[in-house]
């Protein structure tokens, strides 16, 4: 296969080194290519990791962890499933998964979007935070696993749970354990046990801040993965916000 990276839009990934598929991404993305599409993926690590030209990347296969760690800008878009630390400390830009996700989804997220149309696995969201104009929004369309939103401090997490079964849980255990800022918006009912002791339990809907802010990001969700807002948003939606912007105050001496 030729490698000219100045005439390439598409990469086949085919036994490459995440490393040297990295590589490719990156002059690809400095040469102007705005599109650039991935084929034959397998595992490779950090794709997208630190690309800043806003190219779209379109992914054929399934990516490795980290995927868009420290983006800025970019658009990632998988066929499939991804792998445990997609977004990493991501700072803007939008990671669409058309499958299920694995643990510590947005990570430290500081900025942009991830939609997962499928489950994700434990701890996604842990420490994400917003900043003046940045503000990290992660859209689940399954379920969640135990400590969705540890130690979040900003951003908007929404649980989903859509096609689950009745007796699966839309989220684990010890959920919001830790948080201290942010809005988690679960789509249904959630029972006392499945919460961390530092959240509290609102009504959503007759709030029409909580509704705008839902709206906003629940249509584009559903236009890309072609799904009916109107049959989603008529169910109500529990609300967790944090006890306190400090729960674990008073276990440090300052």
Not at 107 to 124: C, D, H, P, Q
Not at 187 to 216: A, T
Request: glycine residues 14%.
């Amino acid at each position: 296969m030729n490698r000219n990276i100045s005439k390439l839009q598409r990469i086949d990934a085919r036994d490459l080194n995440y490393r040297e598929l990295n590589r490719l991404i990156k002059d690809a993305a400095n040469e102007g290519i705005k599109n650039i599409h991935l084929t034959n993926v397998n595992g490779q690590r950090y794709i997208g990791t630190g690309v800043n030209n806003a190219p779209k990347i379109n992914i054929n296969g399934v990516p490795g962890n980290d995927l868009g760690a420290f983006m800025d800008g970019c658009s990632i878009n998988v066929s499939g499933n991804g792998e445990d630390g997609i977004g990493n400390t991501m700072n803007s830009g939008r990671i669409v998964i058309n499958g299920s996700a694995g643990d510590i989804l947005g990570y430290s997220m500081r900025g942009g979007e991830i939609f997962v149309k499928g489950n994700v696995g434990y701890r996604v969201g842990i420490h994400m935070k917003s900043y003046k104009n940045m503000y990290p929004v992660i859209i689940i369309g399954g379920c969640a696993r135990d400590f969705l939103g540890e130690y979040m401090a900003g951003g908007l997490l929404i649980v989903l749970g859509l096609n689950r079964k009745s007796k699966n849980p839309i989220v684990g255990s010890y959920c919001g354990t830790g948080m201290h800022g942010g809005k988690i918006f679960i789509r249904g009912n959630v029972e006392p046990w499945q919460l961390g002791k530092e959240v509290r339990v609102y009504e959503p809907n007759k709030n029409k801040d909580d509704f705008s802010l839902i709206e906003k990001y629940l249509r584009q969700y559903c236009e890309l993965f072609s799904l009916d807002f109107d049959s989603i948003i008529k169910t109500n939606f529990t609300k967790l916000l944090p006890g306190s912007s400090r729960p674990y105050g008073k276990l440090y001496a300052y």
